[in-house]
Antibody, heavy 120, light 107 residues
Framework: QVQLVQSGAEVKKPGASVKVSCKAS????????IHWVRQAPGHGLEWMGW????????NYAQKLLGRVTMTRDTSMYTVYMELKRLKSDDTAVYYC?????????????WGQGTLVTVSS | AIQMTQSPSSLSASVGDRVTITCRAS??????LGWFQQKPGKAPNLLIY???SLQSGVPSRFSGSGSGTDFTLTISSLQPEDFATYYC?????????FGQGTKLEIK
């Protein structure tokens, strides 16, 4: 069965970096895009970007440009989202989601979410 | 960035009620709009995309309509499992943007 399993919760200090992983199983890894969406506690959803595991192409939300990097390891069927120079308002649950393409159509499977807490 | 404005921000309703949630885009987005349902502590679930097409496995009591700037999500007869928060999202252009959400609560 299709699964996206994310890495565990992280606590980081302001200015540090965090790298969240999303391991895929049960489907052809390079056949689907991975989108990242985050949600600050008690707040709404924010789209962060996507990666195409087939060729590594990415597209990031403009507000995160320069701080976010999405990569993939096809041998490990894993996608990574790294966020640098963390700020307190980066505290959120981070989700990965499988999509049929660059759009959000067909985002049918999601990871369980990873809580990243940024606190001094 | 395109702004998505949802209304209402919260809504109280009873099982069996018909409810409608609206989403307005700050510019024409054709029909490049999705509706998500999210329950507490869970990942969002895509219900409808584009605008009026039900995703596989979504009950037929959910429907979507609209194009351009104005969109609606309708639940024809609320079931207990429908009480959740609903978000619209446009992927017409980057960055994709969500509405602020509508929390649907039991009256």
């Amino acid at each position: 069965q299709v699964q996206l399993v994310q890495s565990g919760a992280e606590v980081k200090k302001p200015g540090a970096s965090v790298k969240v992983s999303c391991k895929a199983s049960g489907y052809t890894f390079i056949g689907y895009y991975i989108h990242w969406v985050r949600q600050a506690p008690g707040h709404g959803l924010e789209w962060m970007g996507w990666i195409n595991p087939k060729n590594g192409d990415t597209n990031y939300a403009q507000k995160l440009l320069g701080r976010v990097t999405m990569t993939r390891d096809t041998s490990m069927y894993t996608v990574y989202m790294e966020l640098k120079r963390l700020k307190s308002d980066d505290t959120a649950v981070y989700y990965c989601a499988r999509g049929s393409g660059a759009g959000i159509n067909g985002t049918d499977y999601w990871g369980q979410g990873t809580l990243v807490t940024v606190s001094s | 960035a395109i702004q998505m404005t949802q209304s209402p921000s919260s809504l109280s309703a009873s099982v069996g009620d018909r409810v409608t949630i609206t989403c307005r885009a700050s510019q024409d987005i054709r029909n490049d709009l999705g509706w998500f349902q999210q329950k507490p502590g869970k990942a969002p679930n895509l219900l409808i995309y584009p605008a009026s097409s039900l995703q596989s496995g979504v009950p037929s009591r959910f429907s979507g309509s609209g194009s351009g700037t104005d969109f609606t999500l309708t639940i024809s007869s609320l079931q207990p499992e429908d009480f959740a928060t609903y978000y619209c999202l446009q992927d017409y252009n980057y960055p994709y943007t969500f509405g602020q959400g509508t929390k649907l609560e039991i009256k």
